[in-house]
Protein backbone atom coordinates (compact mmCIF):
# COMPACT_ATOMS: atom_id res chain seq x y z
CA UNK A 1 0.00 0.00 0.00
CA UNK A 2 2.41 2.61 1.03
CA UNK A 3 4.30 1.23 -2.25
CA UNK A 4 2.30 4.56 -3.81
CA UNK A 5 3.75 7.47 -1.57
CA UNK A 6 1.14 7.31 0.65
CA UNK A 7 2.13 6.67 4.24
CA UNK A 8 -1.16 7.22 6.37
CA UNK A 9 -4.33 5.63 5.38
CA UNK A 10 -7.08 7.11 8.00
CA UNK A 11 -10.78 6.30 7.71
CA UNK A 12 -14.11 4.69 8.62
CA UNK A 13 -14.66 1.03 7.60
CA UNK A 14 -17.43 0.25 4.78
CA UNK A 15 -18.05 -3.10 2.99
CA UNK A 16 -17.31 -2.00 -0.07
CA UNK A 17 -13.90 -1.13 0.99
CA UNK A 18 -13.20 -4.65 2.92
CA UNK A 19 -10.12 -5.78 0.79
CA UNK A 20 -8.57 -2.23 1.58
CA UNK A 21 -9.03 -1.95 5.02
CA UNK A 22 -8.25 -5.84 5.58
CA UNK A 23 -4.87 -5.46 3.69
CA UNK A 24 -3.80 -2.31 5.61
CA UNK A 25 -4.81 -3.95 8.33
CA UNK A 26 -2.58 -6.73 8.22
CA UNK A 27 -0.07 -4.81 7.20
CA UNK A 28 -0.45 -2.31 10.15
CA UNK A 29 -0.87 0.98 7.93
CA UNK A 30 -4.15 1.24 8.54
CA UNK A 31 -5.67 3.92 11.34
CA UNK A 32 -8.99 3.41 12.42
CA UNK A 33 -11.19 6.86 13.18
CA UNK A 34 -14.76 6.52 14.81
CA UNK A 35 -16.01 9.76 12.32
CA UNK A 36 -15.05 10.99 9.09
CA UNK A 37 -14.46 14.17 10.10
CA UNK A 38 -12.10 12.89 12.71
CA UNK A 39 -10.37 10.67 9.75
CA UNK A 40 -10.12 14.53 8.04
CA UNK A 41 -8.35 15.76 10.96
CA UNK A 42 -6.11 13.39 11.92
CA UNK A 43 -4.89 13.05 8.05
CA UNK A 44 -4.63 17.03 7.71
CA UNK A 45 -2.16 17.14 10.72
CA UNK A 46 0.18 14.15 9.02
CA UNK A 47 -0.42 16.04 5.97
CA UNK A 48 0.78 18.95 7.02
CA UNK A 49 3.82 17.37 8.49
CA UNK A 50 4.53 16.05 4.99
CA UNK A 51 3.33 13.24 5.37
CA UNK A 52 1.27 11.84 2.25
CA UNK A 53 -2.19 10.71 3.41
CA UNK A 54 -5.79 8.93 2.07
CA UNK A 55 -8.89 9.01 3.73
CA UNK A 56 -11.54 6.31 3.59
CA UNK A 57 -15.01 6.44 3.74
CA UNK A 58 -18.12 5.41 2.59
CA UNK A 59 -20.48 8.33 0.91
CA UNK A 60 -22.82 8.89 3.40
CA UNK A 61 -19.88 9.68 5.79
CA UNK A 62 -18.79 11.76 2.91
CA UNK A 63 -22.08 13.46 2.96
CA UNK A 64 -21.55 13.84 6.86
CA UNK A 65 -18.05 15.60 6.22
CA UNK A 66 -18.75 18.11 3.82
CA UNK A 67 -18.69 20.90 6.10
CA UNK A 68 -15.13 19.69 7.20
CA UNK A 69 -13.76 19.45 3.62
CA UNK A 70 -15.25 22.80 2.55
CA UNK A 71 -13.58 24.42 5.31
CA UNK A 72 -10.61 22.87 6.40
CA UNK A 73 -9.38 20.71 3.37
CA UNK A 74 -10.34 23.12 0.49
CA UNK A 75 -10.00 26.37 2.64
CA UNK A 76 -6.30 25.71 3.36
CA UNK A 77 -5.82 23.34 0.19
CA UNK A 78 -4.53 19.97 2.41
CA UNK A 79 -3.15 17.61 0.27
CA UNK A 80 -5.15 14.75 0.66
CA UNK A 81 -6.76 11.66 -1.31
CA UNK A 82 -10.37 10.49 -0.38
CA UNK A 83 -11.34 6.92 -1.10
CA UNK A 84 -14.90 7.09 -0.92
CA UNK A 85 -17.11 3.82 -1.34
CA UNK A 86 -20.37 4.47 -3.80
CA UNK A 87 -22.98 2.90 -1.61
CA UNK A 88 -26.39 3.49 -3.82
CA UNK A 89 -24.81 2.64 -6.73
CA UNK A 90 -26.96 -0.35 -7.64
CA UNK A 91 -30.35 0.54 -8.51
CA UNK A 92 -31.58 -2.64 -5.78
CA UNK A 93 -29.38 -1.17 -3.41
CA UNK A 94 -30.60 -0.60 0.33
CA UNK A 95 -33.33 2.27 0.78
CA UNK A 96 -31.03 3.84 3.02
CA UNK A 97 -27.86 4.22 0.49
CA UNK A 98 -30.71 5.17 -2.30
CA UNK A 99 -30.39 8.85 -2.57
CA UNK A 100 -26.78 9.35 -1.06
CA UNK A 101 -25.87 7.18 -4.01
CA UNK A 102 -28.00 8.83 -6.34
CA UNK A 103 -27.04 12.49 -5.64
CA UNK A 104 -23.20 11.27 -4.73
CA UNK A 105 -21.95 12.44 -8.36
CA UNK A 106 -23.79 16.12 -7.86
CA UNK A 107 -21.85 16.71 -4.71
CA UNK A 108 -18.69 15.90 -5.65
CA UNK A 109 -19.00 18.06 -8.91
CA UNK A 110 -20.40 20.68 -6.96
CA UNK A 111 -17.72 20.64 -4.17
CA UNK A 112 -15.33 21.20 -7.61
CA UNK A 113 -13.48 18.31 -6.09
CA UNK A 114 -11.47 16.28 -9.19
CA UNK A 115 -12.30 12.69 -9.06
CA UNK A 116 -12.12 9.38 -10.70
CA UNK A 117 -14.07 6.00 -10.58
CA UNK A 118 -11.88 3.00 -10.04
CA UNK A 119 -12.67 -0.37 -12.14
CA UNK A 120 -10.40 -3.29 -12.72
CA UNK A 121 -9.15 -2.08 -16.15
CA UNK A 122 -8.14 1.43 -15.07
CA UNK A 123 -7.37 1.33 -10.96
CA UNK A 124 -3.39 1.81 -11.58
CA UNK A 125 -3.97 4.80 -13.72
CA UNK A 126 -6.33 6.34 -12.00
CA UNK A 127 -4.19 5.68 -9.02
CA UNK A 128 -1.25 7.66 -10.61
CA UNK A 129 -3.08 10.42 -11.80
CA UNK A 130 -4.29 11.02 -7.86
CA UNK A 131 -0.89 10.64 -6.83
CA UNK A 132 0.12 13.14 -8.93
CA UNK A 133 -2.43 15.96 -7.63
CA UNK A 134 -1.53 15.10 -4.12
CA UNK A 135 2.17 15.95 -5.40
CA UNK A 136 1.22 19.26 -6.54
CA UNK A 137 -0.67 19.84 -2.84
CA UNK A 138 -4.30 19.47 -4.10
CA UNK A 139 -6.74 17.04 -2.74
CA UNK A 140 -9.05 14.49 -5.02
CA UNK A 141 -10.85 11.64 -4.56
CA UNK A 142 -11.22 8.14 -6.07
CA UNK A 143 -14.27 6.54 -6.07
CA UNK A 144 -14.94 2.67 -5.90
CA UNK A 145 -18.41 1.75 -6.95
CA UNK A 146 -20.60 -0.52 -4.46
CA UNK A 147 -21.58 -3.37 -7.17
CA UNK A 148 -22.51 -5.92 -4.90
CA UNK A 149 -25.09 -6.21 -2.06
CA UNK A 150 -24.21 -7.89 1.44
Known amino acids: MSESGIENFVGVPDSTL ?14 IATREEEAIGIATGMSLSKSPSLVFMQNAGFANS ?8 ELYEIPLLFL ?5 YLKNDAPEHTKIGKIQPEIIKSLGIESKILSDASWKKECDWAMKKIRKGQFCALIIRRDFLD
Not at 66 to 73: C, K, M, Y
Not at 84 to 88: L, N
Open 18 to 31: KHFVDQGLKKKVVL
Open 66 to 73: LSTITSLV
Open 84 to 88: IGWRG
